[in-house]
């Protein structure tokens, strides 16, 4: 079993940036695919940026460039590092997590965290 929690969510003004983090605890060392989605009020979620266990990551076509996801490996924690934040980029941001690469295919993941909210407004 694996429990997630996020922080670091708040409101930033534009352009300004944020750290997200996704502490994991219990089996931490059978995860292979840990991912950052976001969701606005009204929208279906948004996958944001995924990490593999061994590193290879990649950031959705909207935050490319603005966006990193990275991993400490000895913290048990996943980073979302957020820079030149925009407006659109508002919403509850989630951290999940699975043992299988293949959630990575499907979206299904087995763990999820309680989500951290993130405001970019002026």
């Known amino acids: 079993q694996v429990q997630l929690a996020e922080s670091g969510g708040g409101l930033v003004q534009p352009g300004g940036s944020l750290r997200l983090s996704c502490a994991a605890s219990?089996?931490?060392?059978?995860?292979?695919?840990m991912v950052w989605y976001r969701k606005e009020p009204g929208k279906q979620r948004e996958l944001v940026a995924a990490?593999?266990?061994?590193?290879?990551?990649n950031e959705a076509d909207a935050v490319t460039g603005r966006f990193t996801i990275y991993r400490d490996n000895a913290k048990n924690t996943v980073y979302l590092q957020m820079n030149r934040l925009k407006p659109e980029d508002t919403g509850v941001y989630y951290c999940?997590?699975?043992?299988?690469?293949?959630?990575?295919?499907?979206?299904?993941?087995?763990?999820w965290g309680q989500g951290t909210q993130v405001t970019v407004s002026s």
């Open positions: 219990g089996s931490y060392f059978a995860i292979n695919a």
């Open positions: 990490i593999t266990s061994g590193g290879t990551s």
């Open positions: 999940a997590a699975d043992h299988a690469y293949e959630a990575m295919r499907t979206g299904d993941y087995a763990y």
